[in-house]
């Protein structure tokens, strides 16, 4: 590997399987790495201090992350957006640049977390909650579960955890297909369990597999793929960057 202090130590990324990092984004606020002018302009955008603090770790480690599987600088880390699926202006589902356009991420942010998910050759969509930020989620089913969901999708539904553990698969798939929620959640159902850890997408995203992630409590997280279930592995963002 070439010598780029900044980055961190990942494993390969396989061809097929995607890798999630979880990171604390007080952690990530501290690393030094330098943004393009684009993202200081977002961040000054963002009136309320503590979402501009969050994007701004947040593209911090983001950065790191996908420099350290480039094998590359942070700074020769560039993105692109996807065009809008509604109005066709550049402000859809983020990419690498060229020369990096092979390699495909997708990033949430909930609070003090950050999810990174990295696919060598898959589109993939990542989603990450807390649970018992918002109270009575509830009241909430109908706007989430399809219609066969809501006639009794998940264990226990609806209690407030099912809830947001169906939000995460949904909105984790709406961000893999890179519509993000201009997509009705409502219009397709990701509670049929496979049966190998995987839940298959039916209806409007028909064909897309969605897993749950093994995150400590309160953190309901999701990632989702098109196509064939891949093996995912959860790695500890929080200890890579105390380590680099
Ligand atoms: C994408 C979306 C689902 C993110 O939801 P959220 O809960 O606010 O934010 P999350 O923390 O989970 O995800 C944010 C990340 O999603 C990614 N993202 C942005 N747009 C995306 C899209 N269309 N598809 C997939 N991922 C997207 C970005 O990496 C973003 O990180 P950034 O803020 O550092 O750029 C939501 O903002 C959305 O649906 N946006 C589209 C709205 C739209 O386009 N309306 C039409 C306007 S004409």
Known sequence: MADHPTTLDVPPLPLRGIHVWQFGLYEAAVSSVRLEREEMERALRLRNEFD???????????????????????????????????????HGKPELAPPHEGMFFNASRCQRHLLIAVSASSEVGVDLELLGRLPDLRQLAPLVASRRENAGGLPGWPND?????????????????????TLEVTSFSASDDSGDGWYSTDGTLCGYRVYDLPLPQPLVGS????????PVTVFDGRRALAAR
């Open 52 to 90: 501009r603090r969050s994007f701004l770790a947040g593209r911090r480690a983001l950065r790191l992350l996908l420099a350290a599987y480039l094998d590359t600088s942070a700074s020769a880390v560039h993105f692109v957006r996807r065009p809008c699926p509604v109005c066709g202006l550049a």
């Open 223 to 230: 990632v989702a793929v098109p196509g064939v279930a891949q």
């Open 161 to 181: 955890r099912s809830v947001l553990r169906l939000w995460t698969r949904k909105e984790a798939a709406v961000k893999a297909a890179g519509s993000g929620l």
